[in-house]
């Protein structure tokens, strides 16, 4: 797997892949406050419960604990060296559940099973499935997730192993849900703290939530961002190259676009504070620096969780668009998009009651 | 005070505001050592107090302070969305004292009481004075000052109330000065490592100082800032609907250029570690990015306070201009300013005696 | 020493050193995890010494250390404003040795003495030769190089001092390599969390190492980590002057090259984990954001050290190219370099055995 240099790490290709084959990633990493303050600044989230230590000890937690979005990039970002350096594209995530809260002071690690491959017809390259996982210090898995990516082949004439596909599941089922965050004390959680009086159950399924603001990304900004997540793919620095290939441009991580739309959500969402889990996402467009990202959500599902009367879960769609407002909620359109859309991101987000 | 979506927040109109009204502000923050690495890394002051916990703790803090405007940022930050979310300008500040030190560690929260209210006679917006304060986990009062804007009304029809305009002081009386000082050892306030031989006696009143170096600012910084703070003013971020907009790009943060001026003031005023109150403010013109800022101040008085022999206050101008050197001075020309002028800032500093 | 005000510094020029005098640098700096998440952000290190506590504690560090060239940039940016604000060019360094590792928490400050002046034949500037040191909260020597720059005169008609050029050694001796290193339990180092297999002893003399990642540099981007060292030098930040000056744009700090190219040379070296000293850098060329940083490196030496099992020196040679990938290794050319040369660093790294 070398190139140029025999000590050089120049990334797996299809054929490098093996079914039911563990990858143990590179890397771990402490996380710290310095990362919590970074994350901040650069996609601006507002949930009080990750802002503030008091907040969150008033309502159960020892701390606020990180973002969940930040502990999600951190676990993919050690991914990339072995899974999808030589990607051609990331095609879709599922069954992604969050299972333990991260604080700053953990550490992070990761690995991935692939569970599944299937070469493509032109036997240029094939689809690659991994179930990621990232752990903390004491080996508890925080977040499990599968990924699945088109990865090109070395050598187009490489033998193909046998097809097989995973049973992808088509959102995470409520007993997966709630597991990372412990029981709420809500005469603890403050409304005007936390920046909105709708509750669970305030939302209604089929509504649907302008998040009315924008932001435009920096070139800088999203660099920083995904290295500070040790995202080493390529195709995010490295203006000289990627002036030569498909955009003429860097292509900004795909996480960063959630993160942007995630913070945005606040204004609707103050109180699903949360994310319990990913059902699917899918990127469908890219995002270039310069552009402005709107976002609106819908309510697909309001769902109790067992045992639980402190908070519920919301099954949420939040659609992302770039240099579009989102005030008539534009989406799907026929068999694609609408060319302004981005991001199709089917979540659980967790709500106080 | 909905628009497009009812769970969306909007913003205040001036008719929405009623005198006497408190407003208690969303997302309390826990300020932690990645705030104060970015708070250097954005505006690179070079204060020993501020930098070294050793040099802090020689001279009788428990360790570094944060930067006074760090925690100004962040409790103004919490303000914005219900304060000045659609603010047409942001007219001045009055009667800013710093009661408080904040620590890595403390969390900010704020809140507002309406103690002014004028429609103006358009009848299209309105002034609206406001106290602001901030406060850290015990609830102490840390932060106290008075801002007002003007806020556009949502309906022209919509009646105003009786006018009510607060009485502003011109400047903050010697006895708030130094509260948040603690009684400073001398002996352990090295110079050669503050930076600078020139202490509180050694400042003449009506003296200028030429701050000498000019600093570009970049669109990545300002938004990474003024996120930071968690300061959600649209005029910021959004270069979409700043494209269409008054200056057809995005409006720098006037308290960028407060921060900014202020860690070039080191260069000539690095004994006058701390900043005691904030007389006025007023932004001259905006900054955007790609504008180089300068900076130089005027010595307008030398006071000592009651009962302290450690450290005593010099009230300082400090000027911020764009595109332009201050080696001349530029100043007020007539009715108005300089037109490379952007900040006019009359505080109180502290300084080694 | 002042210019424009009588209590602002303007930097000391040729004529204000005296051979043999100590300089105590302004502004201790306390580092902190803030600092650590910024160096990683802005420079993209993957060294899992440096990233995970529980990785540092496994192998015999108390945690993890901070990235040495973050340490060394935070001594170097102290010097700047005693040394260099007036330096035309900064022609090389030499006997860098990093003696203590550096922690969150420890607190850095820096003295230089001068160990050797030269005026030059034109009498407008001169040679300082500067020997600076950079110290912990306990005064331990955490680092010690020379520097040399070209300084202007004030006064071209000023005296020059009796010429004084110090020996400079070609590169450091293995007596002095290792001590911040602490006895590596290499049972606890995992290669699969390293990421790479390849060990000292599997390093050749003459083996040439594509780092094959380029990465393009933003000026907000080293704008905010050369204030992050708080390096004040003009060049870097004042696009105004330097618009006029000689290149037409904002010079991005030599040190910013170093950090990304030892970033990029994890790719190849992973498990050359710290640097213990540096022989000599030269900065070929300037480097401008926009540019894509790429580099390469050569295997010049592989050294065991007394008494040690664990680790062993590599002495490296690594060069950095902008715009122009090095799979074909990009060198020096006849007297001078290859045009797209910026950086030419020889120094010694620890390796585990």
């Given at each position: 797997?070398?190139?140029g240099?025999?000590?050089?790490?120049?990334?797996?290709?299809?054929?490098?892949?093996?079914?039911?084959?563990?990858?143990?990633h590179?890397?771990?990493?402490s996380?710290?406050?310095?990362?919590?303050?970074?994350?901040?600044?650069?996609?601006?989230?507002?949930?009080?419960?990750?802002?503030?230590n008091?907040?969150?000890?008033?309502i159960?937690?020892?701390?606020?604990?990180?973002?969940?979005?930040?502990?999600?990039?951190l676990?993919?970002g050690?991914?990339?060296?072995?899974?999808?350096?030589?990607?051609?594209?990331?095609?879709?995530?599922?069954?992604?559940?969050?299972?333990?809260?991260?604080?700053?002071?953990?550490t992070?690690?990761?690995?991935?099973?692939?569970?599944?491959?299937?070469?493509?017809?032109?036997?240029?390259?094939?689809?690659?499935?991994?179930?990621?996982q990232?752990?903390?210090?004491?080996?508890?898995?925080?977040?499990?997730y599968?990924?699945?990516?088109?990865?090109?082949?070395?050598?187009?004439?490489?033998?193909?192993?046998?097809?097989?596909?995973?049973?992808?599941?088509?959102?995470?089922?409520?007993?997966?849900?709630?597991?990372?965050?412990?029981?709420?004390?809500?005469?603890?959680?403050?409304l005007?703290?936390?920046?909105?009086?709708?509750?669970?159950?305030?939302?209604?399924?089929?509504?649907?939530?302008d998040?009315?603001?924008?932001?435009?990304?920096e070139?800088?900004?999203?660099?920083?961002?995904?290295r500070?997540?040790?995202?080493?793919?390529k195709?995010?620095?490295?203006?000289?190259?990627?002036?030569?290939?498909?955009?003429?441009?860097?292509?900004?991580?795909?996480?960063?676009?959630?993160?942007?739309?995630?913070?945005l959500?606040?204004?609707?969402?103050?109180?699903?504070?949360?994310?319990?889990?990913?059902?699917?996402?899918?990127?469908?467009?890219?995002?270039?620096?310069?552009?402005?990202?709107?976002?609106?959500?819908?309510?697909?599902?309001r769902?109790?969780?067992?045992?639980?009367?402190?908070?519920?879960a919301?099954?949420?769609?939040?659609?992302?668009?770039?240099?579009?407002?989102?005030?008539?909620?534009?989406d799907r359109?026929?068999?694609?998009?609408?060319?302004?859309?981005?991001?199709?991101?089917?979540?659980?987000?967790?709500?106080?009651?």
């Amino acid at each position: 797997m070398a190139s140029g240099s025999a000590k050089t790490a120049s990334g797996r290709f299809f054929e490098d892949f093996r079914l039911g084959e563990r990858l143990r990633h590179a890397t771990p990493r402490s996380v710290s406050e310095g990362d919590v303050s970074l994350y901040a600044a650069i996609f601006g989230p507002r949930f009080a419960v990750q802002s503030s230590n008091p907040f969150a000890a008033a309502i159960g937690y020892p701390r606020s604990p990180i973002d969940d979005l930040l502990a999600f990039h951190l676990v993919f970002g050690k991914t990339v060296a072995d899974v999808s350096l030589n990607a051609i594209a990331n095609l879709g995530y599922a069954d992604c559940r969050f299972l333990k809260p991260v604080y700053p002071g953990d550490t992070l690690s990761a690995s991935s099973e692939v569970i599944g491959l299937k070469e493509n017809s032109n036997r240029q390259s094939g689809v690659v499935y991994v179930r990621s996982q990232g752990f903390n210090q004491q080996g508890d898995v925080v977040l499990d997730y599968i990924r699945w990516v088109i990865v090109k082949k070395r050598d187009p004439d490489a033998p193909a192993p046998a097809p097989a596909v995973p049973d992808l599941p088509q959102a995470v089922g409520i007993e997966a849900l709630g597991a990372a965050c412990p029981p709420i004390d809500r005469g603890g959680y403050e409304l005007a703290l936390a920046g909105s009086p709708h509750l669970w159950g305030d939302y209604e399924i089929g509504e649907k939530i302008d998040h009315v603001d924008g932001v435009t990304v920096e070139e800088a900004e999203h660099q920083i961002a995904t290295r500070l997540f040790q995202n080493n793919a390529k195709v995010h620095f490295n203006l000289f190259s990627e002036a030569q290939g498909r955009f003429g441009r860097r292509l900004i991580y795909g996480g960063h676009v959630i993160s942007l739309a995630r913070s945005l959500s606040f204004n609707g969402l103050a109180n699903a504070f949360a994310i319990a889990a990913i059902n699917s996402g899918r990127h469908a467009a890219p995002l270039f620096a310069g552009d402005t990202v709107f976002a609106w959500s819908e309510v697909l599902a309001r769902q109790e969780l067992p045992g639980r009367e402190d908070i519920g879960a919301l099954r949420l769609r939040t659609v992302a668009t770039k240099n579009r407002p989102c005030g008539d909620f534009p989406d799907r359109a026929g068999e694609g998009y609408d060319p302004a859309m981005i991001l199709d991101l089917d979540y659980w987000a967790l709500a106080v009651r």
